[in-house]
T-cell receptor, first 115, second 116 residues
């Protein structure tokens, strides 16, 4: 089954304790992306990657890191989480065709709470 | 850079009534447009998409959207809603211009609540 998986689904942590949220897709998509969803703000892009070792900032990259060492995986790293990073996080992937991306397929989400 | 405006943050309707969720976009180049749906406590699912060709696109569950280039709109419609359509709906836009702009930009969402 074609899917995007994220782990963990729920995470409660404390300020400053480094954490990683994993994301994996089995569709051989070149493009992967991380979003955060906050009430009234919709989805905002954190980082995206167009292929292995190619990453770029989205609209809200501060406080986050990513890496793309393998095509299928795109982990999101919070090296020193703060309470304002409490949010619902989604990973997504997409094909790149020609000069654009196509519809994105989303993971189930990770609800992060930083106290 | 592109942007999306969803004009209504909440739309309450009664079951079997028609509904329209409005979406306007801004872009200086050609666009691809999408509607995603998020049911309570779930992730996002693609509802329908416009890439090219016919400006009227339909989903399998009765929704349709029309791409209007002159009005830069992509409104979502359904002639008769069900309780099960209660969800948040997101309009999104990306471009096919390439370069560094491989981004999908979302609107802030419209919460559709269908009441009995």
């Amino acid at each position: 089954e074609a899917q995007v998986t994220q782990n963990p689904r729920y995470l409660i942590t404390v300020t400053g304790k480094k954490l990683t949220v994993t994301c994996s897709q089995n569709m051989n998509h070149e493009y992967m992306s991380w979003y955060r969803q906050d009430p009234g703000l919709g989805l905002r892009q954190i980082y995206y990657s167009m292929n292995v070792e190619v990453t770029d900032k989205g609209d809200v990259p501060e406080g986050y890191k990513v890496s793309r060492k393998e095509k299928r995986n795109f982990p999101l790293i919070l090296e020193s989480p703060s309470p304002n990073q409490t949010s619902l996080y989604f990973c997504a992937s997409s094909l790149i065709i020609g000069t654009g991306i196509r519809e994105q397929y989303f993971g189930p989400g990770t609800r992060l709470t930083v106290t | 850079a592109q942007s999306v405006t969803q004009l209504d943050s909440q739309v309450p309707v009664f079951e079997e009534a028609p509904v329209e969720l409005r979406c306007n976009y801004s872009s200086s180049v050609s666009v691809y447009l999408f509607w995603y749906v998020q049911y309570p406590n779930q992730g996002l699912q693609l509802l329908l998409k416009y890439l090219s060709g016919s400006t009227l696109v339909e989903s399998i569950n009765g929704f349709e959207a029309e791409f209007n280039k002159s009005q830069t709109s992509f409104h979502l419609r359904k002639p008769s809603v069900h309780i099960s359509d209660t969800a948040e709906y997101f309009c999104a836009v990306t471009t096919n211009s390439g370069g560094s702009n491989y981004k999908l930009t979302f609107g802030k969402g419209t919460l559709l609540t269908v009441n009995p």
